[in-house]
């Protein structure tokens, strides 16, 4: 008997880092294993400096359709415990890492595969991807920060609506929205996803890192707290060979070579 294909595929290349998620004949719900594999990945990712851009994608014809239904059929209660703790933790972990990481979408993305694509910092679609949020056509309520990513994206009206109306929109409307930032053929999707991976990953890592840092804690400070925070990371960055390589290609008219240090 041959082993069962992971339910997550990891691939790591020159810094960069695929995650896809791989079941295929589910439109790639998200079950148990998948969770804490997807966790575990984030952890590892979290951990290693040497990663320098994230992508997250789905194998098959979608990219992700939510939660495993059947299993949350068979187990209400314990089945919701057993993937928001981890997938949770993996959003966190999203939102924490230095690499900045990209949603690549097609097919389906709906639900808890929603909330994951906004949880990403970057999202390129391709056309014909169908979004909706899903959770209020299954009676529940939404998870992987979809409710507080929604919102900052949308804008409460629109976000109200999206939530508790529930009706799928086009990757068109996705673009027009500003869920994602960029809509491709879908025969250029992987490439348009890796061209930009490429790009963030040979980028000065530390700034990067910061700028990224900064934005999200933005919604949290006053603008006093904001410049403090500004100040703290210029000086950061400052101090790296990054920074002066910079300037130097700068005022050398060239483009720069960045080391990641």
Known sequence: MSEAAPTLLIDRDDGIVRLTLNRPQALNAIDRATAQAFAHACRDIAADPAVRAVIVGGAGGAFCAGGDLAELQADPTGGAIGLIGPMHEAIVLLA?????????????????GFSLALACDFAIAAEGTRFSVAYVNVGTSCDLA?????????????AVELALVGEPIDAAEAL????????????????ETLALAQRLARGPATAIAQIKRLLHISFEHDLRGQLDAERASFLRCAATSDFAEGLDAFLAKRAPRFGGR
């Open 96 to 112: 924490e890492i230095r690499a900045p990481v990209i949603a690549s979408l097609h097919g389906v993305v709906a639900g808890g």
């Open 146 to 158: 979809g409710s507080w990513t929604l919102p900052r994206l949308v804008g409460l009206r629109k």
């Open 176 to 191: 027009r929205l500003g869920l994602v930032n960029r809509v491709v053929p879908a025969d250029a999707l992987a490439a």
